[in-house]
């Protein structure tokens, strides 16, 4: 029986109903799950009873891993290729730079890339969207995270290209070939790219095909992850081609029916019947403010979707967007933009937004009875920061310092599923330098410089 006692932690910042932060604390984990919360003191005889390995926490601050609810994990080899356009761009350069490399070695590697970023910088649960998808959940499950994927559906090819049938047969053998390469527990999981990329035909064959899913009892039920209205141009086109909103297409594709979780990514320009709607379904936003502000896709009002009873997580969009998988900076981007938008400084509290990054994640999967806050009964998925630093002194508003000030090169230690991950700012599942040179070798080639056409045309200057 493996135990691990986590002491004399400065702060525990538990995330629980009521956000409670604990002084001068410890943790007890026993087979990954969190068995005892308390003072050093009151924990001592039982951690000494279980043999527990002793990691000394003091000037360390313990809280919820974070989870990031919509993502790319393995566009970590494609960090830069598309800049200076807007999403339609971004997909057009970003889809031709997949088709050219992304095979299924290259998705694997790269997918354990991003989970290493993720893992260094917080990051315990990833709700991830790709082609190839069991690579890259072999990859990121490989690195130690939670990783949440499911295959993945356009109406072409795609860059991996598969046919239409090809890809309903691997959605039909995904729950077996899921349970195959294990990993901590994740709800079964299909991720429809969006609704400009399949017709509502399509949606409804593969939301059908999930009702056949098997579900545990007590257990999360099947997550469907897509784009949904993330530019007003996204909103226009879908809605010339099949004569209503995003949300609308999923909504006749039966993906409200209420058999499935939602996690709708980016969700900027909701109508309000759309907002209704997803509320309606228990639905969740993954809200990604880095990706939104870098491709100019809009604003999401926080307020406003609040008010209007919408579940928000936080995500931070693939790598090539937003341009990293930082979630730090896209708690504070999110309460920023919020606060700048609505002209009110007191809207996107710090505690608002950190239950975003954690506790209202986890639900959105499906995962709140299992990870999102440290609470006696759930998996030990949590977070070290080192507070010995400038920035991170003296201690105020705990809520306010980890949103506003604290960042990834403050997380020392990181525990998912209770397996120690990053121990002491090493990487533990993966050999890391040997990652990064494979990594770097399977790169793509920079684009090519534009060059003027008339060069081409031979036209004259
Ligand atoms: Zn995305």
């Known amino acids: 029986m493996s135990a691990t006692w986590l002491t004399d932690l400065a702060h525990v910042v538990t995330c629980d109903d009521g956000d409670r932060i604990l002084h001068d604390a410890s943790i007890l984990i026993e087979e990954g799950t969190i068995t005892a919360l308390g003072s050093t003191a009151d924990l001592r005889e039982r951690a000494d009873q279980r043999r527990a390995t002793r990691i000394t926490g003091r000037n360390r601050l313990a809280m919820p891993g974070l989870v990031n609810l919509h993502t790319h994990l393995p566009m970590t080899l494609l960090r830069g290729i598309a800049e200076g356009v807007d999403l339609d ?71 991996d290209g598969l046919s239409w049938a090809e890809r309903m047969q691997g959605l039909k053998e995904w729950p077996d070939r899921n349970r195959a390469i294990g990993g901590p527990s994740t709800p079964l999981t299909v991720t429809p790219h969006s609704t400009y990329a399949a017709t509502p035909g399509q949606l409804r064959e593969v939301v059908d095909t999930t009702r056949e899913w098997p579900t545990t009892p007590g257990g999360p039920g099947p997550l469907l992850h897509t784009h949904v209205s993330e530019t007003a141009a996204e909103n226009a086109d879908v809605r010339a ?82 341009n990293d998988l930082d979630m730090w900076q896209a708690m504070r981007q999110a309460a ?67 949103v506003f000030v604290a960042g990834r090169a403050d997380v020392t230690d990181v525990f998912v599923d209770g397996q120690h991950v990053l121990a002491g700012g090493r990487v533990t599942g993966v050999e890391e330098a040997a990652l990064l040179s494979v990594c770097r070798a399977l790169a793509p080639a920079p684009p090519p410089r534009a060059t003027p056409s008339h060069l081409h045309s031979g036209s004259p200057a």
């Open 241 to 322: 081609r099949f004569g209503g909103t995003p949300t609308e297409v999923l909504a006749i594709a039966g993906a409200l029916d209420g058999h499935l979780r939602l996690v709708a990514g980016h969700g900027v320009h909701l109508t309000a019947s759309d907002r209704a709607a997803l509320r309606h379904a228990d639905a969740t936003v993954a809200h990604c403010p880095g990706s939104n502000l870098k491709l100019a896709s809009g604003l999401l009002p926080w307020e406003t979707w609040r008010a209007d009873g919408i579940r928000l997580g936080i995500g931070t969009d693939g790598c090539s967007s937003s």
């Open 89 to 159: 761009g971004f997909l057009r350069t970003v889809w031709a730079a997949e088709a050219a490399v992304m095979t299924e070695d290259t998705v694997e590697q790269a997918a354990t890339l991003g989970a290493v970023e993720a893992i260094r910088g917080g990051t315990t649960t990833a709700n991830d969207m790709y082609f190839h998808h069991e690579a890259a959940h072999r990859g990121a499950v490989r690195a130690g995270l939670r990783h949440v994927i499911g295959p993945v559906f356009f109406d072409g090819p795609g860059p």
């Open 336 to 402: 920023l933009l919020a606060r700048l938008s609505s002209g009110r400084p007191d809207v996107a509290s710090a505690r608002d937004i950190l239950r975003a990054a954690t506790i209202d994640g986890a639900r959105a999967l499906g995962l709140g009875h299992l990870v999102g806050s440290l609470e006696v009964g759930k998996r030990a998925d949590l977070v070290l920061l080192d507070l010995d630093r400038p920035h991170l002194t003296p201690v105020h508003d705990i809520p306010a310092l980890l």
